[in-house]
Structures are given as structure tokens and as C-alpha cells.
């Protein structure tokens, strides 16, 4: 049997996780709502990080945001902080000479 304490102890890191998440979520939508609303000189392209954002929030819609698209781990959550619509993590960023900030 199961021992309740540990039941709650993933229950509250599952909560955790979650809040975390519509935290990273919120940061997407107000940054990509900033990325629209900037002005553009006519026929200028847009923003490229508009679509980097975009990509982010329907990672996060199909439930695979967060992990790194070249190692397949968990991007560390103050990574995703930083720069929430990366979808590699510091560690293969630095070996592909990449920077995300």
C-alpha cells in the first residue's frame, strides 16, 4: 500500500508544476501580446520572436513544452524563466554555439 505521505508529496509538486506553468504560460501571452503591438514600418516582417512565442504556447498546448528538442530533458524552470519560449536547454545551446539571452 501506498504511503499517504508520499501521495501528498507528488500531489503537492504536481500543483507545484501546474502553477508554474500558468506562470510561464502568462509570461508567453503578455510577451507575444508586446511582440504584435510594437509598431513596424509598412511592409516590414514581422517580429521573429512572434513566432518563437507562438511555437512555445502550442508546445505547451500539446503538453511537450519544456523539453529540450535536441537532448529530450526537462529545460530547468528559471531557463524557461529567462527565455520561456526556448525549446533547448543551456546545455545543448552552448554546444551548438546557440544563445537563448
Given at each position: 500500500m501506498a504511503d499517504v505521505r508520499s501521495v501528498?508529496?507528488?500531489l503537492q509538486h504536481y500543483e507545484?508544476?501546474?502553477a508554474r506553468l500558468e506562470e510561464l504560460r502568462e509570461l508567453l501571452q503578455d510577451q507575444l501580446t508586446a511582440a504584435l503591438s510594437r509598431p513596424r514600418p509598412a511592409g516590414a516582417a514581422a517580429d521573429p520572436r512572434t513566432s518563437e512565442i507562438e511555437?512555445?504556447?502550442d508546445r505547451m498546448d500539446r503538453g511537450i513544452y519544456g523539453t529540450c528538442r535536441c537532448c529530450g530533458t526537462f529545460i530547468a524552470y528559471e531557463q524557461l524563466l529567462r527565455t520561456p519560449y526556448r525549446s533547448?536547454?543551456?546545455r545543448?545551446?552552448?554546444q551548438r554555439g546557440l544563445q537563448h539571452d
Open positions: 501528498h508529496t507528488h507545484r508544476h501546474l511555437a512555445a504556447i533547448i536547454c543551456d545543448c545551446a552552448l
